[in-house]
């Protein structure tokens, strides 16, 4: 991942706001290197990460997946199609055309490092003092990512991928529970 941002789109408001949104829906957006992880990759994610069989809901928890090019699109209604083959379900999650993405508050950014990230959000937050030099960051959104439960790598890739010492990475990679 390049980066991930959380925030809202598909609704009529310029600026949302997590108490004013006026249409939009709660949103991820990812954004990514398609040498190093494919977009039909992240559609694998994306259709294990809920249950695409229950009825998109409205307001701003509802499920969607935006896209961004018609190349985006075929490769989504293919994979779509495929999890209502290998699943035996009707997938109900809509297939949308993106629309502008409004990043949403400092406060939700980067949620699972700020809850269970202890010293190395603390870290993060010396790193880049700015809040949106934080929520831009590869290292956060990577870190964010691992402290969810999401990804496997050793100290190596740690120490490499978050520029820190060694012992640092051993360190993380035991709190992260990677052996």
Do not use: C
């Not at 937050?125 to 590869?138: C, E, F, H, K, M």
Request: no cysteine.
């Amino acid at each position: 991942m390049i980066r991930t941002r959380v925030g809202y789109t598909g609704g009529r408001n310029a600026r949302p706001t997590y108490d004013d949104l006026d249409g939009h829906a709660e949103a991820l957006e990812v954004v990514f290197d398609p040498a190093e992880v494919s977009y039909e990759d992240l559609l694998e994610v994306f259709w294990a990460s809920h249950d695409p069989s229950r009825p998109a809901s409205s307001g701003q928890y509802r499920k969607m997946l935006f896209v961004h090019s018609p190349e985006q699109r075929r490769l989504a209604e293919a994979s779509r199609d495929a999890v209502e083959r290998s699943r035996h379900i009707k997938v109900r999650t809509p297939i949308v055309d993106a629309g502008p993405f409004h990043p949403a508050e400092d406060y939700h950014q980067k949620w699972m490092l700020r809850q269970r990230g202890g010293r190395w959000f603390k870290w993060l937050r010396a790193v880049y003092p700015d809040a949106v030099d934080l929520r831009d960051s590869t290292a956060a959104a990577r870190l964010n990512g691992w402290v969810a439960g999401h990804g496997r790598g050793s100290a190596e890739v740690l120490s490499r991928d978050l520029g820190i010492s060694h012992d640092e990475a051993k360190a993380l990679a035991s709190k992260l529970g990677w052996h």
